[in-house]
């Protein structure tokens, strides 16, 4: 069973990477060319702080943010991983760049179709937060993805706090 809460255990199953939302704006082209699933990370200690009006874009002109009520209850108190993605698939073109790029882009304001896991720039801290990823070359990034929303849900008793729906 994977660990959620524990970076030493997400390497041992194989994630990399560990950059900051600030460094891979930064440098997007540290993400691999590869398809592969993702995880959004909230390490800090610090109480979380909810922003009414996040930093992201209006994606066909819908408002990306929620009220702060639905953000409290979609928390989930002591974990570290707040989103799990997708980047691909075996008959897809698009890669963990590719994909990552456009949800840093979505998180810049721009109005960019990465409205998945939106709630993560209503977050005050979410220059801080970590991507992790898990590239892969032959199994469907689609299949492990829900085998991590799976383990995560039994779990936490509940989806990550930015993953709206399955």
């Not at 930093?55 to 819908?62: I, L, S």
Request: proline letters at 4%.
């Amino acid at each position: 069973m994977i660990e959620f809460n524990d970076i030493e255990k997400l390497k041992k199953f194989d994630f990399i990477g560990f950059k900051s939302v600030t460094e891979l704006n930064n440098n997007p082209n540290l993400l691999p060319n590869q398809m592969g699933v993702y995880l959004v990370l909230n390490l800090s200690d610090k109480k979380i702080e909810f922003l009414t009006k996040g930093v992201g874009g209006f994606f066909k002109e819908k408002d990306p943010n929620i009220p702060i009520a639905e953000l409290e209850n979609n928390w989930v108190k002591n974990c570290k991983t707040i989103y799990i993605g997708k980047a691909g698939g075996l008959n897809g073109n698009a890669t963990l760049r590719s994909r990552l790029k456009q949800y840093l882009k979505f998180g810049q304001g721009k109005n960019i179709g990465h409205y998945g896991g939106r709630l993560i720039w209503q977050l005050k801290n979410h220059l801080d937060l970590t991507f992790c990823w898990l590239p892969m070359t032959e199994i469907e990034p689609r299949e492990i993805e829900k085998k991590l929303l799976a383990y995560f849900t039994n779990q936490y008793g509940q989806r990550p706090f930015a993953n709206l729906t399955g």
